[in-house]
């Protein structure tokens, strides 16, 4: 079992910039692709960014190319999603995943672990 807490969510005006952090507990994260998904009120859960367990390769979603990045610190159990150039569109609940190693990243199906989700909000 893993755990997922994120935290880092918040109220911002469009154009700032906000860091996500999720920490895993129970079996460490080391050996799990990890991902951040977001869904908006009224809208589908929607991928956003994914890492591959050894960190080395990350993808993006169209939306968020070039504004959002992610990393992990595998020594802290921790992944972040560094939020930039934020905009009203953006505003959702993000929700930090946790998957095995196999398969594609964009599909959250594939992930067995989730937290609870963090709301982020970006003013006009």
């Known amino acids: 079992q893993v755990q997922l807490v994120e935290s880092g969510g918040g109220l911002v005006q469009a154009g700032g910039s906000l860091r996500l952090s999720c920490a895993a507990s129970?079996?460490?994260?080391?050996?799990?692709?990890m991902g951040w998904f977001r869904q908006a009120p009224g809208k589908e859960r929607e991928f956003v960014a994914a890492?591959?367990?050894?960190?080395?390769?990350?993808y993006y979603s169209d939306s968020v190319k070039g504004r959002f990045t992610i990393s992990r610190d595998n020594a802290k159990n921790t992944v972040y999603l560094q939020m930039n150039s934020l905009k009203p569109e953006d505003t959702a609940v993000y929700y930090c995943?946790?998957?095995?190693?196999?398969?594609?990243?964009?599909?959250?199906?594939?992930?067995?672990?989730w937290g609870q989700g963090t709301q982020v909000t970006v003013s006009s």
């Open positions: 890492s591959r367990w050894s960190g080395k390769a990350t």
């Open positions: 129970g079996r460490a994260n080391i050996m799990y692709d």
């Open positions: 995943a946790a998957k095995v190693p196999t398969g594609p990243l964009g599909v959250s199906a594939n992930y067995g672990y």
